[in-house]
C-alpha cells in the first residue's frame, strides 16, 4: 500500500537553530511531493513542491525541503527558526496515476522555544 | 481578496440530524475537494468534484453527501449516517488539472452532542 510517514510526532527546537521535519514515501514511480503547515483551528497553508528538476526546493517563509530519491525522503528544512514557524506541518505524495489524490502524513507538530 | 470561505466555524448538531457545511471560493478554480482532520491522522478525502455537476467519492464517502451546481459551491451534508462526524472539516481547491497546490478554507468544527 501507498504511503507517507512522518516518523516525528513532535519537534522541539531552540529559536535560531536549523530545523528538520523529516518525511518518508512509500509509493511507486515519480511522485510530486508537498509540504504543507497549518496554525491552530485553520486551514493548511501550502509551502513548497517538489515536482522534478533540483532535488533541493525553496519555499515559502524561509522553508526548503530536500528530495532524495534513494531514501525516498522529502525532509523540510529552515536555516534558522522563528518562534512563529510553531505550528502542524504535513508531507503529502501525489501518485503518478492520480490527478485528484493526495497522501498525506500524519502531521509534525513544531515547537520552537525562545 | 481571493479565497475559500468556509461557514459555519463551529457547529453543534444532535445525534440523528443532518447538518450541511457551507463552502464557496472566488479563486475560479474547476476543482473542490472536502477533507476530514482528525487528531493525529493525516488529512482522508470524502469527496472532490473536477467540474460543475460531477464529483467522486473519496476514501470515507459513506455518511456523507455534495452537490455541485455552481463552480464556486461545494457544500457538504453530514448525514445522520454518518457513525462519527465530530471532526474538524477542511475544504480545499486547485486548478482545473491538479498539480497539489491546495487553496483550504479557514475549516468547520463540528460536534456531535
Known amino acids: 500500500a501507498q504511503s507517507v510517514a512522518q516518523p516525528e510526532d513532535q519537534v522541539n527546537v531552540a529559536e535560531g537553530n536549523p530545523l528538520t521535519v523529516k518525511c518518508t514515501y512509500s509509493v511507486s514511480g515519480n511522485p510530486y511531493l508537498f509540504w504543507y503547515v497549518q496554525y491552530p483551528n485553520r486551514g493548511l497553508q501550502f509551502l513548497l513542491k517538489?515536482?522534478?528538476?533540483d532535488n533541493l526546493v525553496k519555499g515559502s517563509y524561509g522553508f526548503e525541503a530536500e528530495f532524495n530519491k534513494s531514501q525516498t525522503s522529502f525532509h523540510l528544512k529552515k536555516p534558522s527558526a522563528l518562534v512563529s514557524d510553531s505550528a502542524l506541518y504535513f508531507c503529502?505524495?501525489?501518485?503518478?496515476?492520480?490527478?485528484?489524490?493526495?497522501?498525506w502524513g500524519a502531521g509534525t507538530k513544531l515547537i520552537i522555544k525562545p | 481578496d481571493g479565497g475559500i470561505t468556509q461557514s459555519p466555524k463551529y457547529l453543534f448538531r444532535k445525534e440523528g440530524q443532518n447538518v450541511t457545511l457551507s463552502c464557496e471560493q472566488n479563486?475560479?478554480?474547476?476543482?473542490m475537494y472536502w477533507y476530514r482532520q482528525d487528531p493525529g491522522q493525516g488529512l482522508r478525502l470524502i469527496y472532490y468534484s473536477q467540474i460543475v455537476n460531477d464529483f467522486q467519492k473519496g476514501d470515507i464517502a459513506e455518511g456523507y453527501s455534495v452537490s455541485r451546481e455552481k463552480k464556486e459551491s461545494f457544500p457538504l451534508t453530514v448525514t445522520s449516517a454518518q457513525k462519527n462526524p465530530t471532526a474538524f472539516y477542511l475544504c480545499?481547491?486547485?486548478?482545473?488539472?491538479?498539480?497539489?497546490?491546495?487553496?483550504f478554507g479557514e475549516g468547520s468544527r463540528l460536534t456531535v452532542l
Open positions: 479563486l475560479n478554480h474547476d476543482a
Open positions: 517538489y515536482i522534478t528538476g
Open positions: 480545499a481547491s486547485s486548478r482545473g488539472a491538479f498539480a497539489g497546490e491546495l487553496f
Open positions: 503529502a505524495v501525489r501518485p503518478p496515476d492520480s490527478n485528484y489524490q493526495l497522501i
